[in-house]
């Protein structure tokens, strides 16, 4: 699968879910919110294919706009690559992002073998349809 297509697959059901598509900032290439009573989720998605930043440094680059959007809901920060290193999905499996109160979690996905992982099962079913 290349990035058009996942891109176009998990728009097509965050919109089925009720998701609006967000303003880009950088390093973003997908963003998404969806209010509800319950709290605001916001996933947002980066291309990790070519970049040496850490998910820590890329999540600090985002922080504010996090902080902006999510208030007291539940964000997603989805790493896209194609055959990561291994250090690179343990760095993501260990990353604890926090904005003001509010939790945002890490998750990747691998465009090569379609294999993923998700901080918090809520998004599982969001973005994957699991």
Known sequence: MDMHEFMGGVRAR????????????????????KPSPFGTSVIAITDGRHTTDSAMERFDRLRTWFSGLVGNGRGLLLFV???????????????RFYTNSAGIDAGFYDLASGTHWLSYSQFEQDVFGE
């Open 14 to 33: 965050l919109h089925r879910l009720g998701y609006s598509d967000l303003a880009l900032v950088a390093p973003l290439a997908s963003a998404f919110i």
């Open 81 to 95: 690559y194609a055959n990561p290193p291994y250090a690179t999905v343990q760095d993501i499996q260990k990353a």
